[in-house]
């Protein structure tokens, strides 16, 4: 088997090497096969095209990603096993979502899948990709996607990550948004025994603008490590980066996220922000919010709070009637509430509530 190991930079500039957030390792093995053969759930909307290789996209024009290597880019083109290009037509709005769910097993418990999507000019579209494996399987998915928004068009993308707890989870987003143009992202690392996550995001556009949500929910021993950026060299430019997550048990998580403001994008805002629950003494937390300036003219935000369960809440709901885990159910929800109220999909919004639930009996040995 082919493998590949990466010692990435995950934050802009370095902080205390003492921390152990700079950089991260992580081993890439290559799936056997070239064509993953798992279970796939394919739903296409008739207006949107779906290819099965990049021979028709404009892969120049998103340049060198941030948090992927020339390496490990050259590792995925020889190696990808499942790859798709979906392209939505200039000037047209797609109101069904793009909806692509994969299915690791023990056959086929690999998955290295490549995906690019280009909104052209003026364009609107939900895409929606789903991840999960059999327990036990062993599975590895390793994931590249690459998205171009052209002027004027907007793009909502939502990934759910929801892998057994024995799998392994490596995945990157870059992207690159021109004048007027939005993306809206909602990225859901729900699963797998270690989660290694990236977004980048360029706002080259005057006008662009990038909406970035993350929901991540921490049990067991589950170890997530996350970097999210968004550059905004536009004038204009208008980006915010927003997670919510639930850390139980013995889990433990990094998240980086960074606005990065170049020169020449005058009269742009940003703001991140993060908030976790923390439902068990021993679950391990570190956030790193980053705001990155070069350019006078610029407003940016950036906070970051994390907080234990508040007890008299608890026992407030205990005194009406409602159990000490369903308690924390309702408790849980309200965290996540504020990003997954304004989910582009219903169904995905009750996927991840209900996986958040599930893991809370579990908790309660229930």
């Not at 190991?5 to 070239?34: C, F, H, I, M, Q």
């Not at 064509?35 to 296409?44: C, W």
């Not at 013995?250 to 998240?255: E, F, G, P, Q, V």
């Not at 209900?354 to 893991?359: G, I, R």
Request: proline share 3%; with cysteine.
């Amino acid at each position: 088997m082919k493998q590949l190991v990466t010692k990435n930079d995950r934050t802009p500039v370095y902080t205390w090497n003492r921390a152990g957030v700079n950089t991260a390792e992580r081993v890439l093995n290559a799936p056997e096969s070239g064509v993953f053969g798992g279970k796939a759930n394919l739903e296409i909307p008739e207006a949107l095209r779906c290819f099965g290789d990049f021979e028709h996209a404009d892969i120049a024009a998103l340049g060198a990603g941030y948090f992927i290597g020339p390496e490990t880019s050259a590792f995925f083109d020889a190696n990808a096993n499942r790859r798709h290009h979906i392209q939505i037509p200039e000037g047209t709005k797609i109101e069904t979502p793009f909806v692509l769910e994969l299915c690791l097993s023990s056959a086929d418990s690999i998955l290295m899948d490549d995906v690019l999507i280009e909104a052209r000019a003026g364009s609107e579209a939900t895409v929606v990709l789903k991840y999960r494996s059999e327990p036990g399987s062993g599975a590895e998915h390793t994931g590249r996607l690459r998205l171009l928004v052209e002027r004027g068009a907007v793009l909502r993308l939502v990934k759910v990550q929801n892998l057994a707890e024995d799998a392994m989870h490596t995945d990157a987003v870059e992207g690159l948004v021109r004048g007027n143009g939005r993306v809206e992202i909602l990225l859901a690392e729900l699963g797998a025994r270690s989660a290694f996550s990236s977004c980048n995001l360029a706002l080259e556009g005057a006008g662009s603008s990038a909406h970035l949500d993350v929901v991540y929910l921490g049990t067991g021993e589950r170890a997530l490590d996350m970097s999210y950026r968004i550059v905004q060299s536009g004038v204009k430019t208008d980006a915010r980066i927003r997670a919510r997550g639930i850390l139980q048990d013995k889990s433990r998580k990094i998240l980086r996220d960074t606005l990065d403001f170049v020169s020449g994008a005058a009269g742009s805002k940003g703001r991140e922000e993060e908030g976790v629950l923390l439902l068990s003494p021993e679950a391990h937390n570190i956030s790193l919010p980053l705001l990155l300036c070069a350019e006078d003219d610029v407003e940016g935000e950036h906070a970051a709070s994390a907080g234990r369960l508040d007890e008299k809440l608890l026992f407030y709901f205990m005194t009406r009637g409602i159990g000490e885990t369903e308690a924390k159910r309702l408790l849980a929800r309200a965290a996540l509430s504020v990003v997954l109220e304004n989910a582009p999909d219903a169904r995905v919004r009750d996927e991840i509530l209900e996986t958040v639930d599930a893991s809370i009996g579990q908790e309660a040995g229930l």
